[in-house]
Nanobody, 120 residues
Framework: VQLQASGGGLVQAGGSLRLSCVAS????????MGWYRQAPGKQRDFVAR???????NYSDSVKGRFTISRDNAANTVYLEMNSLKVEDTAVYYC???????????????WGQGTQVTVSS
C-alpha cells in the first residue's frame, strides 16, 4: 500500500491550496483518512480527519479555513486550504487506516509529505 500526496507549494498569505492524497496497492477497505502537518523543529500535529461516511473533524487552528473531503471510489482524500497564514507553513502528511484483506484488521499508512510554504 502506498499513499501519494500532492498539491503543496508556495503561496502568499491569504491564498489557497488544495492537497490530494491517493491510496493505492492491495486495498480491501479504507477507513478514516486524515491530514497532519509538521513545521520545522516541531512535532507532527493533527490537522483534519474524515470518516468513511464523510464526517469531518478539524483542529481548532484550521477550523473554518480548511475543508477535508474524500472520494471513496478513488481512495482519495483532499484538503482545501483557504485564507492561508504564515503559521500554516509545514510539511503536510496524509494518513489512512487501511485493511488489505477481508479478514485482516486495519493499520495506519502515511504518505511521503508535501511542503506547504506560506509567505507574508
Amino acid at each position: 500500500v502506498q499513499l501519494q500526496a500532492s498539491g503543496g507549494g508556495l503561496v502568499q498569505a491569504g491564498g489557497s491550496l488544495r492537497l490530494s492524497c491517493v491510496a493505492s496497492g492491495r486495498i480491501f477497505r479504507v477507513f478514516e483518512m486524515g491530514w497532519y502537518r509538521q513545521a520545522p523543529g516541531k512535532q507532527r500535529d493533527f490537522v483534519a480527519r474524515i470518516s468513511t461516511s464523510g464526517y469531518p473533524n478539524y483542529s481548532d487552528s484550521v477550523k473554518g479555513r480548511f475543508t477535508i473531503s474524500r472520494d471513496n471510489a478513488a481512495n482519495t482524500v483532499y484538503l482545501e486550504m483557504n485564507s492561508l497564514k504564515v503559521e500554516d507553513t509545514a510539511v503536510y502528511y496524509c494518513k489512512a487506516e487501511i485493511s488489505q484483506t477481508v479478514l485482516a484488521g486495519y493499520r495506519d499508512y502515511w504518505g511521503q509529505g508535501t511542503q506547504v510554504t506560506v509567505s507574508s
